[in-house]
T-cell receptor, first 116, second 109 residues
Framework: EAQVTQNPRYLITVTGKKLTVTCSQNMNHEYMSWYRQDPGLGLRQIYYSMNVEVTDKGDVPEGYKVSRKEKRNFPLILESPSPNQTSLYFC???????????????FGPGTRLTVL | KNEVEQSPQNLTAQEGEFITINCSYSVGISALHWLQQHPGGGIVSLFMLSSGKKKHGRLIATINIQEKHSSLHITASHPRDSAVYICAVGRDSNYQLIWGAGTKLIIKP
């Protein structure tokens, strides 16, 4: 089954404790991205990746890191989480290429993160 | 002013009604997406279009590039259509998607 998986689905942590949210897709997609969703603000892009070893900042990259060492995986890293990073996080992928990234977007189920 | 504006923000209708959700944008785009977010949080892509009209079941999406406007229509609405509908545009100058704030639709039986 074609899918985007994220882990964990729920996470409660404390300020400053490094964490990683994993994202994996089995569709051989080149384009992957991370979003956060907050009430009243809609989806905001954190980082995106056009292909392996190619990543770029989205609208709200501060406090986050990503890496794209393999095509299928795109982990989101919070080196020192803070309470303002409490949010619902989505990973997405699409079959778009560098010149046309806007094919159908496939979303993971979301990770609800609470930072105390 | 947001680059992507959706209207209305909230919409409540009776089962069977014809539903229209609007999306206006102010940037040059290469494609526009309509997505559905279920009450449980999952997001599903409904349409991607760059011109004209697309239909899938009871859902119809149209786009007018000159007017920078798109509409999502639902015919014979049903309570299971209750969800947040999100419009997103692919900016033609870089590789980011710009997201609307969403329209929360409630269909009452």
């Amino acid at each position: 089954e074609a899918q985007v998986t994220q882990n964990p689905r729920y996470l409660i942590t404390v300020t400053g404790k490094k964490l990683t949210v994993t994202c994996s897709q089995n569709m051989n997609h080149e384009y992957m991205s991370w979003y956060r969703q907050d009430p009243g603000l809609g989806l905001r892009q954190i980082y995106y990746s056009m292909n392996v070893e190619v990543t770029d900042k989205g609208d709200v990259p501060e406090g986050y890191k990503v890496s794209r060492k393999e095509k299928r995986n795109f982990p989101l890293i919070l080196e020192s989480p803070s309470p303002n990073q409490t949010s619902l996080y989505f990973c997405a992928s699409s079959s778009g290429s560098y010149y046309n990234p806007y094919n159908e977007q496939f979303f993971g189920p979301g990770t609800r993160l609470t930072v105390l | 002013k947001n680059e992507v504006e959706q209207s209305p923000q909230n919409l409540t209708a009776q089962e069977g009604e014809f539903i229209t959700i609007n999306c206006s944008y102010s940037v040059g785009i290469s494609a526009l997406h309509w997505l559905q977010q279920h009450p449980g949080g999952g997001i599903v892509s409904l349409f991607m279009l760059s011109s004209g009209k697309k239909k899938h079941g009871r859902l119809i999406a149209t786009i007018n590039i000159q007017e920078k406007h798109s509409s999502l229509h639902i015919t014979a609405s049903h309570p299971r259509d209750s969800a947040v509908y999100i419009c997103a545009v692919g900016r033609d100058s870089n590789y980011q998607l710009i997201w609307g704030a969403g329209t929360k639709l409630i269909i009452k039986p």
